[in-house]
């Protein structure tokens, strides 16, 4: 319970830390010159009796800090910080306000963009129960490095297989669907009877 009040204060000191900061340097100054004072009276000059109440008191800039990172949460105290300033910068000048969204917005569209394609292609498993063992096999000549195969060379190739479990073939096309009220374009393959049995 004593940690969670603690924190509670903390977070609101981020929101009352000018006043309390302010309170605290007129308390810390009010120590050194009581210091001072004293120091005085033992006979010191006054620089030397001041640098001996600051050497006392541990450093007045260290101690000050030190209340502060008490007192409040620096990481969130230094974002709001950094959050105002840059708010304030932007509305100084909106050209590069605009500037600066329009290329971060293309920035994260692009990274996005690139994300979906390298999780689609690589990152996530194609949808069959073992895609590791599927391949795609072509003919290649020299003014075609990825041809087509024909029917028959297809056959032929089943029928010499020594090296694939099996091999299905399949060739893209487009077809017209008619659907209640209208027909429309779509796209589709032709298959061999085996395709189904590879993909399953």
């Known amino acids: ?55 006392k008191l541990g450093g007045v800039e260290q101690t000050t800090q030190a209340y502060r990172e008490r007192s409040t949460v620096p990481f969130i105290e230094s974002l709001l910080q950094d959050l105002h300033y840059a708010i304030r910068q932007l509305v100084r000048d909106p050209g590069f306000a605009c500037t600066a969204i329009l290329v971060l917005t293309v920035g994260m569209g692009a990274s996005v963009a690139i994300f979906a394609f390298a999780d689609a292609a690589l990152i996530k ?41 099996s091999i299905a073939v399949w060739t893209p096309n487009s077809y017209m669907l008619s659907i209640p009220g209208s027909t ?17």
């Open 1 to 55: 319970m004593k940690r969670l009040r603690a924190w509670m204060l903390r977070l609101a000191g981020i929101f009352s830390n000018q006043k309390r900061g302010r309170e605290f340097a007129e308390e810390m100054e009010s120590h050194l010159q009581m210091h001072i004072d004293d120091n005085l009276r033992l006979g010191m000059t006054p620089e030397e009796a001041r640098r001996r109440a600051i050497l």
């Open 184 to 200: 429309e374009l779509v796209s589709g393959a032709r298959v061999s009877d085996l395709f189904f049995a590879l993909s399953a």
């Open 125 to 165: 498993p194609l949808p069959y129960a073992n895609p590791t063992r599927l391949g795609d096999v072509n003919e290649s000549t020299q003014v075609m490095p990825r041809n087509l195969l024909s029917y028959p060379d297809y056959l032929d190739w089943k029928k010499l297989n020594a090296v694939f479990s």
